[in-house]
């Protein structure tokens, strides 16, 4: 029997009520019960009957995003229709690094920037926040989610041509089981080099000895885009000195741990391809402190192009014939935001904030940089037509010299 706190007995009515009233508690919770049971079921299976549409890597979703952001658009694929002469490695490992054909690669690699990660390539503010909106995954030089057919990425490229390359980067984040050797982080400036030569160096060091000693390792730099917007922020930005300096010591970091290494270096892009490209596509002002800000900022876009110049010519008084430094101009002469065929700025060529490269972006660069890799100096050049070409078709190395090209075999390849 229940007892109330001083243990005397309930009488036979107040017995009665209380019996009827925990009747009636117990039918409520019951029916409670059972109407969330009924709705989780509604639920989940409304989430079976539309899970194809929600997910935001689904084509609809995207397609979807597309129309209000104008970043989904899907990126474009490759194909090498070239004979299996110039495509097939070398029947021996070469040690002369003017004699390494892509499919001699087996390691690829990056340090840089937001431009390296991929940063927005797929997603925007809102969606995702932190390291995930680095979609390493889409970088035009890393990025390993997809095959060629329908994803064009360097590292994909490469990958068809080697399919046990290591080093690529997949899917969201900046952690290094999605990054793995491509080290670059947002927002550093050139003084960070040094430091993700020394991360990168750690994360060779992880793979086999024989392996890393043999191998074959392209790596690409992309650097500089804070160190000249710190001009709009009451700093200085790096001088060509200092980004000489600082991408030399990062070089000779590499080069004096990691045998077999083809460094290349991006150019910086032009004023008006990329930091005025808010401004003439979305009218969108970037805040500056500073009146003259884009004219020393193309100055200095030019100063480090003469920077990386020079850094190259220099290499080639190393001994070393298992290294090589080589430039690739891919932006040199891109002088306004990507147009279509009629004349109007392709915003689908820039992820939401129209400063970065949007997935289909990264992967018309990437066209680019492949053809610019085995093309001599002397025909290493992209023009807006050329940037915005997204025919699948990527250049064969020649067949007088099917590799991948440097200052020295550019000019006389045995």
């Known amino acids: ?26 039918a409520i919770l019951f029916v409670l019960l059972i109407s969330t049971f009924l709705a989780a079921q509604v639920i989940t299976n409304l989430i079976n009957n539309h899970k194809d549409t929600v997910s935001p890597e689904h084509p609809v979703y995207r397609k979807n995003l597309s129309v209000l952001t104008g970043v989904f658009r899907f990126p474009i694929g490759g194909r090498l229709n070239c004979s299996q002469r110039v495509l097939e490695p070398s029947p021996i490992s070469p040690t002369d690094a003017n004699r390494v054909r892509p499919a ?6 990056a340090m840089g920037d937001s431009y390296a990660t991929a940063f927005l390539s797929y997603t925007d503010n809102t969606e995702e926040v932190d390291d995930l909106r680095n979609a390493v995954g889409n970088s035009f030089i890393m990025g390993g989610d997809g095959e060629l057919e329908s994803h064009l990425t360097l590292a994909n490229v490469f990958r068809q041509l080697n399919p046990s390359l290591a080093g690529i980067s997949i899917g969201k984040g900046l952690n290094e089981e999605q990054t793995n050797l491509n080290v670059a982080i947002p927002g550093m400036w050139v003084n960070d080099m040094q430091r993700q030569a020394r991360e990168l160096i750690r994360r060779f060091q992880k793979h086999p000895t024989h392996s890393t000693s043999n191998g074959w390792k392209l790596i690409h730099i ?15 930005g790096s001088t060509k000195m200092e980004y000489k300096t600082n991408l030399t010591e990062a070089i000779e970091l590499l080069q004096d741990a990691l045998p077999k290494t083809i460094i290349s270096i991006i150019g910086m892009t032009n004023l008006d391809f990329m930091w005025r490209a808010p401004t003439l596509i979305k009218q969108l002002r970037i805040p500056c402190e500073i009146d003259n800000f884009e004219l020393l900022a193309q100055r200095r876009v030019e100063e480090y192009r003469e920077a990386i110049i020079e850094i190259v010519s220099e ?11 080589i430039a690739q101009h891919i932006f040199d002469d ?12 392709n915003a689908d060529f820039y992820a939401v904030d129209s400063f970065h490269l949007s997935n289909y972006g990264n992967s018309l660069v990437a066209k680019q940089l492949w053809n610019h890799l085995v093309s001599p100096d002397y025909r290493k050049i992209t023009t807006n037509e050329m940037m915005a070409d997204e025919s699948p078709e990527l250049i064969c190395p020649e067949t007088s010299c099917p590799y991948i090209r440097t200052s020295s075999n550019s000019v006389f390849c045995q």
Not at 1 to 20: E, G, V
Not at 104 to 109: G, K, L, N, P
Not at 316 to 323: E, G, L, N, P, V
């Open 1 to 26: 029997d229940f007892q109330f706190s001083d243990d005397k007995p309930h009488s036979n009515a107040s017995t009665r009520i209380f019996s009827k009233g925990a009747v009636n508690v117990f």
């Open 315 to 325: 290499s080639q008084t190393i001994s070393r014939k298992d290294q090589a430094v």
């Open 104 to 109: 001699d690669v087996q390691f690829i690699a």
């Open 334 to 345: 891109l002088w306004a935001p990507l147009t279509k065929s009629d004349g109007s700025f």
């Open 222 to 236: 992309f650097v500089g885009t804070k160190d000249i917007s710190g001009f709009c922020v009451g700093q200085k």
